[in-house]
């Protein structure tokens, strides 16, 4: 059975640090997604990673994944408010259906 | 529409009851998918349409459960005889298509049910 671990679940930091969510899964797969999901609101494509070694940045965030160590990491730079969120990853099994992690749930104080 | 559409947004209804759920995917997407997400976890796959067929229903939990896409772009998803812990919010998406080795899925705003 294929799963997908996130960690933390639970993440408080302050306004200007860095900091890194995790993202595990148990069987092999180069397709792997990053969503947000804002209180009440749906889900927000972030980014996807395609391959072994893909890296991809898009202002104070940057994902990367190694699929031989089957993790995938979410960094935050210089951390904001407007980050607030809560955070998956997901991974693509047989070419649609979307497995989840339970979520981290970031809050960042100014 | 520019995004996937789900209505209604909200639905209270009673231990019993039967309730419909609309989603209407982007215009294009032969793929539609929905989900079901409860509080503090991350979705979970219920059924995926590739056009008018449902191609994997495996992730229905009971037959009380169904999903039909006659025309190939608006689902509806049924419940019958509604019990407390279907109380979740039902989550659509839509691909471009499905069976490729990149598709993005993306999602609507989702229905929240409350079964009292």
């Known amino acids: 059975e294929l799963k997908v671990e996130q960690n933390p679940l639970f993440l408080s930091m302050q306004e200007g640090k860095n900091y890194t969510i995790y993202c595990n899964y148990s069987t092999t797969s180069d397709r792997l997604y990053w969503y947000r999901q804002d209180p009440g609101k749906s889900l927000e494509s972030l980014f996807v990673l395609l391959s072994n070694g893909a890296v991809k940045q898009e202002g104070r965030l940057m994902a990367s994944l190694d699929t031989k160590a089957r993790l995938s990491t979410l960094h935050i730079t210089a951390a904001v408010h407007d980050l607030s969120a809560t955070y998956f990853c997901?991974?693509?099994?047989?070419?649609?259906?979307?497995?989840w992690g339970a979520g981290t749930k970031l809050i960042i104080k100014p | 529409g520019a995004g996937v559409s789900q209505t209604p947004s909200n639905k209270v209804t009673e231990k019993g009851k039967y309730v419909e759920l609309r989603c209407d995917p982007i215009s294009g997407h032969t793929a539609l998918y929905w989900y079901r997400q409860s509080l503090g976890q991350g979705p979970e796959f219920l059924i995926y349409?590739?056009?008018?067929?449902?191609?994997?229903d495996s992730g229905l939990p009971n037959d009380r459960f169904f999903a039909v896409r006659p025309e190939g772009s608006v689902s509806t998803l049924k419940i019958q005889r509604t019990e407390r812990g279907d109380s979740a919010v039902y989550l659509c998406?839509?691909?471009?298509?499905?069976?490729?080795?990149?598709?993005?899925?993306?999602f609507g705003p989702g229905t929240r049910l409350t079964v009292l």
């Open positions: 998406a839509s691909s471009l298509t499905g069976a490729v080795a990149y598709n993005e899925q993306f």
């Open positions: 349409f590739q056009g008018t067929g449902a191609a994997d």
């Open positions: 997901a991974l693509q099994d047989s070419n649609y259906q979307l497995i």
